[in-house]
């Protein structure tokens, strides 16, 4: 085998042109959204008054295996792209392991991880359509400003619902939003009808996900020439994030590499089914297997915790139903939980593919996460977002596993983006007043008891 | 011409395997280090209590043209380097220029800056003496960052007096450092004799890189195993960040590009003294033309509006005294200032070349400089350092008189880094509070008074 450098870069002209859509080679296939009011599957016209239309077909395809890349978004993603794949071989020194481990790095850019990739694809199909801007929410705060980048590089107005606890604990977050011409709200808010009904019955939250979404689908849907755009969860996300497994694969491909094992954090998916798309397809197809991880925060357990149900996907239950890995759209995860990932449900393929056992999940403590932060901070150069920490976690304790048994496994994980915006929950680590939160039977059962009652389908 | 890339990365085979040494081509060497007592030039002897052994070797070397890079320091360089060479295509087409603009981009890692370059140097010979650790000064924190990684990566000990002001404004580099597991001090403080003379004689002081130099300095040479490290001005930095000219000549090399104007901001000189390195060493030599330009703050213009005279590197005027374009180490810049670059002098070796006419400087305001952060970030996606920016200001300016013209010149800029930890400025710009300040020639009158009176030598 040739000598692995310490990243591998693809030349501009290995960059894939097209996006893989996992949802082709799925037997079954994950179930369709439905409408509320009748439970019967979206339709695109159902659909078109929240996203625009391109996205909505790319939603409702779960038959063609290939969506080419437009030139415009190809050349966006020259700008940040390929992200490099590291070799790491500081961590493996330090672990003495035989273990060779891999990361696919998305934190290069200023959005510090790998949500810009869909959002330049969702802001170029409204600027297609010719909308006036689009709405959106932000936890960590990471999506929100990919979207400010991509607005800002096409003249799309952007309007943004925060979680305000990380509007509070990332104020920077919010300046460069601005800085990229993004209006910011923290949420929930007094703009919205579901904003004002959340904070009366709940004052004093600190909001979640699935309040921020439901907040910026009703501005969307209620102003003229906008559309909401989401950064996770959705089927048309892990399509445009797939470009993060392909040029991944291709990397390896290129040093004759196989992965044994594939890592990903999962909050709602975006980065997981991104990560595992072009591998989870040779799986499906046949042609080869991995074993695949998703790790998810022990406050915030969906695929290892939650129902495998139909489900809203926000807090004030305006959107369409998925059935997905959900702690029900009424769970509201520990504020002192920092690590990102709060959402209450799992993208549908990811959950259904978890749910035929192409997967595995498991659920990590955040002081273990941010142990595990620190020491690849160190050894590696990169301080990691938390987020991206849960992958690093998991994939050290692979790795010492291998140094037990001497087995010699290739590891790939995806480090989807950087902490810089993260320093409040480091000093928390650093000054030892860091605590984990693991919900208890019952809280999970508030949670559960939000589920919409749906006849069986 | 081939098609460039919008971003050309080196090979890890091509990457320099030297650093090269400016001093050795000029004909009127930078003058030496006088020790302040004897008014003679500082021996290895005498250097050998502040810095460790082969630093003063390199420091003190103006004639080898090439030092080879130890192994250790060329594998510390493949976890983020090389760094890109980017072709600014976007930024090109939002000008509407017929430039060809190019930026070597050194943001891409965890400090943040160029700074890594010189710090895991300077810790490594640090380290290879036996030494227990290392003491340095920080302003806006990317070289206190450097320092705590490299440190952290060879299990130094690191101790970085903080600009006061800067400490306060950037709260969350301090945390940066301390998951490097620095001991971070804002300066002036009261640990030291100089600090707490400094504070005794300007109350409320916000500080400056003057002060904080003095405070390193006097906790190294009074500590058991400790030698002091700086992140810019001195000779064996700009020998370290040579790989930023390096890297940036070979890439250009590949596809037979040649730069009409190569720009860089000036603090100290770490970065412009780096960038210019190699393209400096074919001009001294005839060997080629470039139009070369430092661009500095106007609120902190030592070479623009300073004194070519010997001046003490700090401002307790504990240091060796260097021969540079001086506003005398008396000098503090406006608090309001915020954009880095905030040091009295100049490299002694930039300010030679200044003075013998092989480049010009400018000087910009602070809120032309965000304008053009403002403006880079939202068409080239990266949220640029103030530092930084100063450049950027007068790339895109010189790209527009082209416009004018309709002269097609190839300019080269260095982006030292990001300004993720900048926001606080970025608020002020974005919020219209930012102030400009330009010292009056009272103001600079202050600063040469403290200039030490020696006999012409």
Redesign the interface.
């Given at each position: 085998m040739a000598n692995i450098?310490?990243?591998i870069?693809l030349?501009?002209e290995e960059m894939p042109k097209a996006w893989y859509n996992l949802r082709a080679d799925m037997k079954n296939k994950p179930a369709p959204l439905l409408n509320p009011g009748t439970l019967k599957p979206m339709t695109a016209e159902e659909l078109a008054p929240v996203f625009c239309e391109e996205l909505v077909r790319q939603e409702l395809d779960d038959q063609t295996p290939y969506f080419e890349i437009p030139q415009t978004i190809r050349?966006?993603y020259?700008?940040?792209r390929p992200s490099p794949l590291v070799r790491a071989?500081?961590l493996e020194k330090a672990l003495d392991t035989p273990a060779k481990i891999y990361y696919k790095f998305e934190g290069?850019?200023?959005s510090?991880s790998h949500k810009l990739n869909s959002a330049i694809a969702q802001a170029y199909y409204a600027k297609e359509q010719g909308l006036k801007g689009v709405t959106t929410e932000t936890g960590a705060g990471q999506w929100g400003t990919a979207l400010s980048?991509a607005c800002?590089?096409l003249g799309l107005d952007c309007k943004v619902y925060m979680v305000k606890c990380s509007y509070e604990q990332k104020?920077?977050r919010r300046?460069?939003m601005?800085?990229?011409?993004a209006n910011v709200t923290p949420s929930p808010s007094n703009t919205t009808e579901v904003g004002r009904k959340i904070l009366a019955e709940h004052p004093g939250t600190t909001g979640s996900l699935g309040c921020a979404i439901s907040e910026a689908v009703e501005v969307a849907v209620s102003s003229e020439g906008y559309r909401y755009v989401l950064g996770s969860v959705l089927n048309q996300v892990l399509l445009h994030q797939s470009i993060i497994g392909l040029e991944a694969k291709a990397a390896l491909d290129k040093y004759g590499i196989k992965p044994d094992l594939i890592i990903g954090c999962a909050g709602g998916g975006s980065n997981l089914g991104g990560l595992i798309a072009p591998f989870m397809g040779e799986k499906l197809r046949g042609e080869a297997d991995y074993r695949i991880i998703a790790v998810e925060p022990a406050s915030c357990p969906s695929l290892t915790r939650g129902k495998f149900a139909y489900d809203f996907c926000d807090t004030g239950m305006i959107t369409p139903m998925a059935k997905m890995y959900t702690l029900g759209s009424g769970f509201i995860p520990a504020a002192n939980h920092a690590g990102g990932l709060r959402y209450h449900g799992m993208s549908s393929t990811l959950s259904q593919l978890y749910h035929d056992g192409y997967m595995e999940a498991t659920s990590v403590k955040q002081t273990d996460v941010f142990a595990a932060a620190?020491q690849f901070?160190?050894?590696?150069?990169?301080?990691p977002a938390p987020e991206s920490s849960h992958a690093i976690r998991v994939a050290i304790d692979e790795a010492l596993k291998c140094r037990e048994t001497g087995e010699e496994k290739t590891i790939l994980f995806g480090l989807t983006g950087?902490g810089?915006?993260d320093?409040?929950a480091?000093?928390a680590y650093?000054d030892g007043t860091m605590e984990n939160h693991i919900p208890t039977d019952e809280e999970l059962a508030q949670g559960f008891a939000s589920l919409p009652n749906i006849p069986a389908l």
């Open positions: 450098p310490y990243k870069y030349n501009e050349d966006f020259k700008m940040y071989y500081c290069n850019n200023t510090g980048m800002a590089y104020p920077f300046e460069v601005r800085t990229y011409g620190q901070a160190r050894v590696e150069g990169i301080l950087t810089y915006f320093m409040t480091y000093q650093n």
